[in-house]
């Protein structure tokens, strides 16, 4: 074959590629969304800390965002949203995604957004659908973060069955490459389906699992720092990690239980400050009961054990109050077992009020 007929080869190719993934999203599309919708979170409220955090009392603005998002045609979705950050005063991207929805169950997204991995890290990609003010330990340790990447979302058995997979860059929003990939997956078993009734019993188990080989990627909150340090503050993974996810809910009525299990094995390179064979693992247990949908009492059982220092274990009382669609106020209270030291979200005898709007 001819230098130019190879090139017309390639071109033709890259086209069709193209044909496949436009034209059954612009099929397919029955939703059509506005080119352009507006949304946010704002979170604010007092925080109680005990001495032994070293951080004082006072009001805080948890939580301010801004996204936009719509549908471009019949062919793209998108997602842009920011966070601005308190601390050093400045915006910071969250989420920066295109979708295109090959067909009505199944969708493929490119940009910077959060893998398909675990059940609460998903809640966590918009923080007002949490429970508690912030997720888990084990979740916000080991739970991939918002990476940049290729991932694919579908559904199937009438909605029962749900599953993604994607490959990223591995080393969180930093949109260069460390030189390695990270592979994540998941899939989701719901007994009802995409059509959930409040009077039916419905159970859900899902799995997830990722592998990631990195030469400067962050790591979760608490991982490797027994201290309340601050994940921005934390040094970077030099190494392969392995990790893995598995949770289970029941619902019935206006009573909940969710329990969730993470670990996370790290094999990591000479150079890096971690010991060889590192790992860190935990979860929680977290039962609700929600009446009329306006009043929520919640309690959690929260484990972690970090790559680096000791066990931390909480139990956490809430109380949440839904007074409008998009309000919410929010009573929280943690007691801290056998000692465990603070953490750089939680730690015992801290208390919190917070009033939220998510739109």
Do not use: C
């Not at 995604?97 to 009505?104: D, K, R």
């Not at 979860?283 to 680096?308: H, I, Q």
């Amino acid at each position: 074959m001819s230098g130019r007929a190879g090139d017309r080869w390639v071109r033709f190719s890259l086209l069709a590629f193209i044909a496949v993934l436009v034209a059954p999203g612009a099929l397919a599309a029955q939703n059509a969304r506005e080119p352009l919708e507006f949304g946010g979170l704002l979170r604010t409220g007092l925080r109680i800390e005990p001495d032994e955090t070293g951080r004082v009392d006072g009001f805080e603005i948890f939580d301010a965002r801004a996204k936009a998002s719509g549908q471009v045609g019949l062919v793209f979705d998108y997602l842009i949203q920011v966070e601005f950050d308190t601390g050093d005063e400045t915006f910071r991207l969250l989420d920066a995604a295109a979708t295109i929805p090959i067909l009505p169950e199944f969708e493929l997204s490119l940009g910077l957004f959060r893998p398909a991995f675990g059940l609460e890290a998903g809640l966590d990609s918009d923080r007002g659908d949490l429970t508690f003010l912030e997720p888990a330990q084990a979740t916000a340790g080991i739970a991939p973060g918002r990476q940049v990447g290729l991932g694919i979302d579908g559904s199937t058995f009438d909605g029962r069955l749900t599953y993604g997979a994607g490959v990223f860059n591995g080393n969180g929003s930093t949109v260069s490459n460390d030189g390695g990939f990270m592979v994540s997956g998941r899939a989701e078993y719901n007994s009802i389906g995409t059509i959930a009734f409040y009077e039916d019993f419905v159970i859900q188990v899902g799995g997830s699992l990722a592998y990631s080989k990195d030469t400067a990627a962050p790591l979760g909150d608490g991982v490797v720092a027994p201290d309340p340090l601050p994940i921005e503050d934390a040094p970077l993974f030099s190494g392969e990690r392995f990790l893995l996810g598995a949770d289970v809910q029941a619902t019935y009525r206006e009573w909940s239980l969710t329990g969730e299990y993470y670990g996370a094995d790290y094999t990591p390179d000479p150079a890096d400050p971690l010991p060889d064979d590192a790992s860190s693992h935990g979860g929680y247990v977290e039962a609700g009961f929600r009446a009329y949908g306006a009043v929520e009492l919640v309690t959690r059982y929260d484990a972690f054990k970090p790559a680096v220092g000791e066990d931390r274990r909480f139990l956490l009382f809430g109380f949440n109050v839904y007074p409008g669609t998009y309000a919410k106020f929010g009573l929280q209270y943690a007691v801290g077992l056998d000692d465990a030291l603070p953490t750089a979200t939680v730690a015992g005898n801290q208390f919190i009020f917070y009033a939220q709007v998510d739109f």
